[in-house]
């Protein structure tokens, strides 16, 4: 199994649609969680981390279940600029970072 | 500047040849990492250093061989690379105080002939 699971996607979805993305993860010990994006040949950049009740930033809502491992990413409304490819990231103990192999979104006028 | 720099962007070199790669981070954070992506994988973390001392090696083969001489500066020295070790090296940097939010570099585009 691997530590940290995404769907792989591509999810294609129209402006305005609500698309909501999954990761799970395989270390019980682990303390933080966060959403990246990565746009095609560029860095990944932090979109937000996830706390145990959940956060939302304006559009993106995170949420955490620690029982069934498990993080989710909703977005809501979506813009083209949107599409990009979204990372779930896990914190696996001290500096140890464990990245999913992402999900790539594509939002179609 | 600001944020996480790295040079050079592009970077070809002979499996014979020895090439250094540069971080640096204008953030104040005390972390550095080291990160390789190839086409279709995920990041693999490669290093880890906190305030210059070494704290992850992900079983990275000695072919590469990181330097940090202060919390601001990362360097990550090539020697006897294979054409397998072509990839995105990117460098990333973070607080300590374990929120571990990291801010990535440009990357470094590396192809090995």
């Known amino acids: 199994r691997k530590e940290v699971e995404q769907d792989p996607g591509p999810f294609n979805v129209p402006e305005g649609a609500t698309v909501a993305f999954n990761c799970t993860y395989s270390?019980?010990?682990?303390?933080?969680f966060f959403w990246y994006r990565q746009d095609c040949r560029k860095e990944p950049k932090l979109l937000m981390s996830v706390y145990s009740s959940g956060n939302e930033d304006g559009r993106f809502t995170a949420q955490l279940n620690r029982a069934s491992q498990y993080i989710s990413l909703l977005i809501r409304d979506s813009k083209l600029s949107d599409s990009a490819t979204y990372l779930c990231v896990v914190n696996a103990g001290g500096f140890k970072t464990i990245f999913g192999a992402g999900t790539r979104l594509f939002v179609k006028a | 500047e600001t944020g996480v720099t790295q040079t050079p962007r592009h970077l070809v070199m002979g499996m014979t040849n020895k090439k250094s790669l540069k971080c640096e981070q204008h953030l104040g954070h005390n972390a550095m990492y080291w990160y390789k992506q190839s086409a279709k994988k995920p990041l693999e973390l490669m290093f880890v250093y906190n305030f210059k001392e070494q704290t992850e090696n992900n079983s990275v083969p000695s072919r590469f061989s990181p330097e940090c001489p202060n919390s601001s500066h990362l360097f990550l020295h090539l020697h006897t690379l294979q054409p397998e070790d072509s990839a995105l090296y990117l460098c990333a940097s973070s607080h300590d105080d374990g929120s571990y939010e990291q801010y990535f570099g440009p990357g470094t585009r590396l192809t090995v002939t």
């Open positions: 270390n019980s010990a682990s303390q933080s």
